[in-house]
């Protein structure tokens, strides 16, 4: 569809909403994006259309205005888009002159299109052509490069039909979390509830460790790997040991905690999204699955080793210089399966002591 905007330049938006993606990591992988949106659309109030978890891991950006909750009680595809579309569209006076559709569903697109959003830009994917007004082309590079790039061309490419000068080869603005000193305190707190050594003299490392997925089971590291790695930093390394994750990834960590030999602090279930990342803004080290937390961790800058099988690294690894990806890939990889269908061959080639010692270097550094 020809794009036909009613004003031509940003400084014509008065407002924008960027509906923002399911899963934390890709959120999180959308913050350059956002950043970019900011620079653009520099005096334009801008609000992210999120999930409620959002306020946790976007509690200090500086990169939009205001945070609007799209969590409804509708379970039901039809139910659940429209109630978020009367979330979106407001009254008169606080109707959005711009949507930025950072999803590729159809229902995605469906949401501001009924939410009577003048202008709606995004991906020409899954068959939602006619509900934007704007709809951008995939990237022949998309299965090549990293989702930042995929994102932040949705941005750039909607900025060159608003005639603004575009450098599409500019590196990307930095993801750069943040959390304050003030939640950074109350971390150590948390830790210190849990007996964790966390006094200023202290040569005692904090190591994170998320050995769940909520989405896929295919990208789980064992749970004796876990086990014997959480054994050997807390014996070898003289860390503390932290495990983390969601209420339904307490199995997970339960079943890894009842192989270890040594002492670990368990976190999981037991925090909510907002101090889990603040224990992660004070880690000497995060260790995990291909999952939100180790997105959260390399964009809090924090050191992050990534343990990596069913899904790809191109496109979906924690995008900083401190994140390194570790893996052995067969054949088969990366399938994208959530559940392997033969031997899970893509983790268990990976040893305990591979990751161990990267673990150790880093830590060193």
Known sequence: MIWRPRHNTPDDIRRIVVTSTRWIGDAVMSVPALRETRRIFLH???????????????????????????DVPETKTLKRVWRQAQIISGDDDARYDLAIVLQNSFASAVVPFLARVGRRAGYATDGRRALLTDSIAVPAWRSSQHEVFYYLNLVRQIADRMNVAVDFDAAPPPIDLRVSDARQQSAREILRRHEADTSADTSRRHVVICPGSTNSRAKRWGVESYAGLADCLVREAKAEVVFIGARAEMDVTRAVVERMRERAIVLTGQTTLAETVAVLSIADLMISNDTGPAHIAAGLSRPTLVIFGSTNPVTTAPFSPLAEVIREPPACAPCMLRDCPIDHRCMTAITVERVFERAMRTLIL
């Open 44 to 70: 334009t109030h801008i609000t992210l259309a999120a999930g409620a978890w959002a306020r946790d891991v976007f509690a200090e950006a500086d990169f939009f205005d205001e945070l609007l909750c799209l």
